[in-house]
């Protein structure tokens, strides 16, 4: 269970250099979640946008958790 502050996420973020160029990504892989693996390709990128934009404002980490038990 992802726990339900924005924190909890930070080590989904990570930096992928192409080049001489820095871009940061987020890895969903990275939440060590076995529900992440069953999800379908769409439902995950709708989850890494979720990972990404959560603020607990306006995507909360409880958000987060509805798309994992998907």
């Given at each position: 269970?992802?726990e339900?502050?924005?924190?909890?996420?930070?080590?989904?973020?990570q930096?992928?250099q192409?080049g001489?160029k820095?871009?940061?990504?987020f890895?969903?892989?990275a939440?060590?979640?076995d529900?992440?693996?069953?999800l379908?390709?769409?439902i995950?990128?709708?989850?890494?946008a979720?990972?990404?934009?959560?603020?607990?404002?306006?995507?909360?980490a409880?958000d987060?958790?509805?798309?994992?038990?998907?």
């Amino acid at each position: 269970m992802v726990e339900s502050t924005v924190k909890s996420f930070e080590n989904a973020k990570q930096e992928l250099q192409v080049g001489d160029k820095k871009y940061t990504m987020f890895n969903i892989t990275a939440l060590n979640d076995d529900r992440v693996a069953k999800l379908p390709f769409s439902i995950r990128v709708l989850l890494e946008a979720a990972v990404r934009n959560c603020d607990n404002f306006n995507v909360k980490a409880e958000d987060v958790e509805r798309i994992l038990d998907w």
